[in-house]
C-alpha cells in the first residue's frame, strides 16, 4: 500500500431528471440529497455523488462529458446480501444480475447488479455473507 495520503472523495455521474434522481438516491441507495446549484449531490457520510443534469455542468469540462447511463458504480451493503436483494425488491427495482462473486475494494464479495433510472449500472457488493 502506497503512503500518499490519497482517497477517493466523489465521482460523477449524469442524471437526466433531477428529479427522478433524488427519489432514486435517497429512497432506493440510502443517501442524502444535498441541493446545490439547480440539482443535487448525494452523500453517504463522507463520500459524494456529483451530478451533471439537463442544466448542470462542472468546470472544468471533461474532455468527453459523462452521457446519461455511461456510469458503472458500486457501494457496499451493509449485511447480508439477501437482505439487499429484498430491499431492491420491495423498491420495484430489477436485479440484472446476482448474486454472483466479485472482487471488491475489500476482497471477494457478493453482488447485485441493477440499473439508476438513467441506465448507468449499479451494484451492491457485500462482504457479510
Not at 466523489?10 to 438516491?25: G, K, P
Not at 462542472?58 to 439477501?82: M, T, Y
Not at 447485485?112 to 448507468?120: E, T, V
Request: proline content about 7%; some cysteine; hydrophobic content about 35%.
Amino acid at each position: 500500500m502506497s503512503d500518499l495520503p490519497v482517497s477517493l472523495d466523489h465521482c460523477v455521474i449524469h442524471v437526466s431528471d433531477w428529479e427522478t434522481a433524488r427519489d432514486f438516491y435517497t429512497r432506493v441507495m440510502g443517501a442524502e440529497a444535498v441541493p446545490v446549484d439547480a440539482g443535487y449531490v448525494f452523500r453517504w457520510q463522507d463520500r459524494q455523488l456529483n451530478c451533471h443534469g439537463p442544466d448542470k455542468f462542472a468546470e472544468p469540462k471533461a474532455r468527453l462529458p459523462v452521457q446519461p447511463g455511461n456510469s458503472d458504480l458500486c457501494f457496499c451493503w451493509k449485511g447480508p446480501i439477501a437482505d439487499a436483494q429484498r430491499h431492491l425488491s420491495e423498491q420495484g427495482i430489477e436485479i440484472e444480475m446476482g448474486p454472483v462473486q466479485r472482487f471488491g475494494g475489500q476482497g471477494v464479495g457478493t453482488s447485485l447488479y441493477f440499473r439508476d433510472p438513467d441506465g448507468s449500472l449499479m451494484e451492491f457488493i457485500g462482504y457479510d455473507d
